[in-house]
């Protein structure tokens, strides 16, 4: 079965750095476009970035555009983000989502979220 | 990239019929049938209800439904239940090639 595990948040700094797992199993993981995806306290889901199965395409959302990157070893089946330059609206619960057989946004697994707090 | 526009809550009586709207431009919505839509429990994943505009994922109940007409796409869920009390988000793929979500609407079973 499909199984995404994010790992790494915890409380940072403004201005501070982090970087955020995603354990894949269950599938060829080589085969998907995976993309970040963020949830402030009590507000709505924002797409943050993607990145191709070969690693050849990646955009992010203009919001962390320049701050963050995002990567992956497929050799691991591990997806990842680092985050520079942390502000407090980048406070969130961060999934890590597989962009379905449609590679049109239909994002049909989500690991459980990690929570990234910015805060002095 | 704007959040696209969706009503803040809607609600029904179990077994009936509701429709939540996404309203986008012709840069997101309008322009491609790339838009899912995704129901969230509290403290919970987004699960993908609806992909393509029109399509179930397997194991969805087919008590949901997509559409689209123009910059606005719309979810209906039909026989309403009590477990369907949820947040629901559409997005869509846009021009630049990235996604947006939208705002989310909080579905209330009376």
């Known amino acids: 079965q499909v199984q995404l595990v994010e790992s790494g948040g915890g409380l940072v700094k403004p201005g501070g750095s982090l970087r955020l797992s995603c354990a894949a199993s269950g599938f060829t993981f080589s085969d998907y476009y995976m993309s970040w995806i963020r949830q402030a306290p009590g507000k709505g889901l924002e797409w943050v970035s993607y990145?191709?199965?070969?690693?050849?395409?990646?955009n992010y959302a203009d919001s962390v555009k320049g701050r963050f990157t995002i990567s992956r070893d497929n050799a691991k089946n591990s997806l990842y983000l680092q985050m520079n330059s942390l502000r407090a609206e980048d406070t969130a619960v961060y999934y890590c989502?597989?962009?379905?057989?449609?590679?049109?946004?239909?994002?049909?697994?989500w690991g459980q979220g990690t929570l990234v707090t910015v805060s002095s | 990239q704007s959040a696209l526009t969706q009503p803040a809550s809607v609600s029904g009586s179990p077994g009936q019929s509701i429709t939540i709207s996404c309203t986008g431009t012709?840069?997101?919505?309008?322009?491609?049938?790339?838009v899912s839509w995704f129901q969230q429990h509290p403290g919970k994943a987004p699960k993908l209800m609806i992909y393509?505009?029109?399509n179930r994922p397997s194991g969805v109940s087919n008590r949901f439904s997509g559409s689209k007409s123009g910059n606005t796409a719309s979810l209906t869920i039909s026989g309403l239940q009590a477990e369907d009390e949820a947040d629901y988000y559409c997005s869509s793929y846009t021009s630049s090639s990235t996604y947006v979500f939208g705002t989310g609407t909080k579905v209330t079973v009376l």
């Open positions: 989502a597989r962009d379905g057989e449609s590679n049109g946004g239909d994002f049909d697994y």
């Open positions: 012709s840069s997101d919505v309008g322009g491609y049938n790339f």
């Open positions: 393509e505009v029109s």
């Open positions: 990145i191709s199965g070969s690693s050849s395409h990646t």
